[in-house]
């Protein structure tokens, strides 16, 4: 005999599993796709790929989703390229400023001869000789010394100056000039050498005994005029 069910229980537990049971596979197709759609996008959320974050540094304009660039400054202009060097030919060496050109000189001539450096104007060496010089003044150096008389003779119609006639002694293998001495009997030259007539003047210097074999004695008569020069062996 068969037992009559209020609720229907039996009829209806077979309905509800087979609703859970549709339920179970579209749950498990959304998970699949879900999956598939993140491995797809690299594991990146689809949230973060939706969203579409500007990179740093770019301005997205409104109602557009591709950003803007920045705007550059039309101040800002390329360099100009350098230009290519000149060459440029370098002066040849010349003499240091301040330094004086070394001045010209007439050629030797012994001890005992004449020169006129300009026509009129004669000038000899007299009465070489060796004596024993006297430090008196600033510079000066006492010992063995040469002396001798320097003769201007003006053959001219015309009074001569000679406020820039200037006498040196140079001595030793260098030729290196030599000190000049007041004494013993040192007399200077007089400015002026009237017309038809000659001076003289007397000059010592300091000439060690070893270096007298080859003396040599320069006359700069004036400015502008090549330099008188006497050569020769001195008495010892």
């Not at 400054?73 to 000149?86: G, Q, R």
């Not at 000439?207 to 008495?235: H, L, M, N, S």
């Amino acid at each position: 005999m068969a037992t009559h069910d209020p609720d229907n229980t039996a009829a209806t537990v077979p309905r509800r599993w087979r609703w859970v049971g549709v339920s179970g596979v579209v749950g498990v197709a959304v998970l699949l796709l879900v999956a598939t759609v993140w491995l797809s996008q690299g594991g990146a959320s689809p949230l973060a790929g939706a969203t579409g974050a500007a990179s740093p540094g770019a301005t997205t304009a409104p109602g557009s989703s591709a950003p803007s660039a920045t705007p550059t400054d039309p101040s800002a202009a390329p360099a100009p390229e350098a230009s290519p060097p000149v060459a440029t030919e370098t002066p040849a060496p010349g003499p240091t400023e301040g330094s004086a050109a070394p001045l010209a000189e007439l050629p030797a001539v012994p001890l005992t001869e004449q020169v006129a450096p300009v026509p009129g104007v004669v000038f000899g060496i007299d009465g070489l000789e060796s004596v024993e010089g006297v430090a008196q003044g600033p510079g000066e150096v006492g010992g063995p010394a040469l002396r001798f008389t320097l003769t201007v003779r003006n053959d001219t119609d015309a009074t001569v100056s000679l406020m820039s006639t200037v006498v040196n002694l140079y001595a030793g293998s260098e030729q290196l000039p030599m000190i000049d001495l007041q004494q013993p009997g040192a007399v200077p030259l007089p400015d002026e050498v009237a017309a038809g007539g000659s001076v003289t003047g007397v000059f010592v210097f300091a000439v060690p005994v070893d270096e007298r074999g080859q003396v040599k004695v320069g006359v700069d008569y004036t400015v502008g005029v090549p330099i008188v020069v006497f050569e020769g062996a001195a008495p010892e």
